[in-house]
């Protein structure tokens, strides 16, 4: 939130309203444009009343984007919500003034709160902001002729109150322009290398921990309300202490929340590393040898469930889409992804319950197919497990299964075909049929659910079978 600020947090000097012979933009900016290129510094302007000169200027002038950052008009402060941000519009606008006093003070405090806070959220060395009346017509009586409130923010600070002797708009909005220069000017020439008052030092935006490993894992907070510039600014001073302390990989956590900090993160060469539904991981390798960070998961594990009932038959399914065009209608064991924390028993009986609605329980592992190259570049592991059928009724998947029905070995096996088809709608795979046939005939790999070093239960497969004890 913006710190509440008044105009006695800063002096305003009364100075006369300069005159503006030539009317030409870059002379206006040249002296301050010099220095701000000599010390390496940039500029931000939020202007009001000059009407955006202040920038003009400096962008007339060769060279610009050397110290220029950005600028905006904020003639309205309510209406510049989306620039300003809320907690400081709602700051500033709480209170109208009611007399020609309290609006030319709210002037003042507002130059001041608006040069602090947006000197701070652009990541600018300095910071302009001037808000005042040109006339020819203004919002209260008592008020005949042009003032302006002009603040600049930056390793010093400094203000003045400019008042016209006219309501001539234009010659007020160049002498207003005039005045904020000769106040960027005397700042820039009397700055020194002391350290920025507290209020004006940079928010911390992340915190971070160390590991074992010499590696840094940073978790950014998914309400930061930080701007990119404050982000880049503990960035890139991280990565430097990092680097000198021997720090060599560095995790980067960005909720949704925050996906502009991404941007930075990859100019500084981090690299994304796996993706969810609520954040982005991305990393970097200090080191100028090759990573040793661990790579994301990248191999996906499929079940297939060949449900026996009673009869010996088999449950087999033809899926409403298939990918490929070739194998629509294709009759094929029941069975999909498993989800994270499933076990290949409990993925397989899920999959065959949703698909076919028929209950069943794990037998043993019959099959194991390991691919590579598939969806998303991932590997595939796909499991084939024996199911005992608990039920036998059969209730579809409306969304998902076309057909679905109990064959037995000899049904399955006419339908295979004796050479390779164009389509193999109504067929089932010689793949698929031998692993049938070892689902019904052959020998199983039996799951044992055993402790792990960890402490978690895990099932371990194995031909025979392992003994708890």
């Not at 594990?301 to 010996?312: F, P």
């Not at 899920?350 to 691919?371: D, I, K, N, P, Q």
């Not at 055993?450 to 978690?456: E, I, V, Y």
């Amino acid at each position: 939130m913006a710190p509440a600020v008044s105009e006695q947090d800063l002096e305003f000097t009364e100075v006369p309203c300069p005159s503006v012979q030539d009317k030409a933009l870059a002379p206006l900016a040249e002296e301050a444009a010099q220095l701000l290129v000599a010390r390496q510094e940039t500029v931000t302007v939020f202007d009001a009343t000059t009407g955006g000169l202040i920038q003009a200027c400096f962008l007339a002038r060769p060279g610009a984007s050397k110290y220029a950052t950005c600028a905006a008009n904020t003639i309205s402060t309510r209406r510049s919500v989306q620039l300003l941000g809320e907690p400081l519009v709602a700051q500033l606008t709480s209170t109208r003034p009611t007399d020609a006093a309290s609006y030319k003070a709210s002037k003042r405090t507002a130059t001041l709160a608006v040069a602090r806070e947006m000197r701070r959220a652009v990541g600018a060395t300095w910071c302009i902001v001037e808000s005042g009346a040109c006339g020819p017509t203004f919002s209260f009586p008592g008020i005949d002729k042009g003032f302006t409130a002009i603040c600049v923010s930056g390793p010093l600070e400094r203000a003045v109150w400019v008042e016209s002797g006219h309501a001539d708009r234009e010659a007020n909005m160049w002498g207003f322009t005039k005045a904020a220069f000769d106040l960027l000017y005397s700042c820039l020439k009397d700055a020194s290398d002391k350290s920025l008052p507290a209020i004006l030092q940079a928010p911390k935006v992340f915190e971070f921990k160390s590991d074992h490993f010499r590696g840094v894992t940073i978790d950014i907070a998914a309400d930061s309300r930080a701007s990119v510039s404050e982000f880049s600014a503990q960035l890139k001073s991280c990565l430097a202490e990092w680097a000198d302390e021997g720090k060599r990989g560095i995790w980067f956590k960005v909720p949704l929340n925050c996906a502009r900090f991404v941007g930075p993160l990859t100019a500084e060469r981090f690299k994304f590393h796996h993706a969810k539904e609520e954040y982005v991981m991305l990393t970097r390798w200090l080191e100028e040898s090759p990573s040793k960070l661990p790579r994301y998961s990248f191999t996906q594990i499929g079940v297939g469930g060949a449900v026996v009932n009673s009869k010996n038959e088999v449950l087999m399914i033809q899926e409403k889409i298939q990918a490929d065009a070739n194998f629509q209608g294709l009759w094929k064991l029941p069975g999909g992804l498993a989800d994270p924390g499933e076990d290949l028993a409990t993925a397989g009986s899920r999959e065959v319950l949703e698909e076919t609605g028929v209950a069943s329980e794990f037998e043993g592992v019959v099959s194991l197919r390991h691919g590579h190259g598939m969806r998303f570049g991932q590997g595939d592991i796909y499991c084939v497990v024996r199911l005992r059928a608990l039920s036998e009724e059969i209730k579809l998947c409306p969304e998902e299964i076309a057909a679905a029905r109990w064959m037995s070995l000899e049904e399955i096996e006419k339908l295979v075909p004796k050479e390779k088809k164009a389509s193999m709608a109504g067929c089932v795979s010689p793949t698929t049929f031998k692993v049938i046939q070892e689902a019904v005939n052959g020998s199983l790999i039996q799951g044992t659910v055993m402790p792990s070093t960890a402490g978690k239960s895990v099932m371990v497969y194995t031909a025979k079978g392992l003994s708890k004890a």
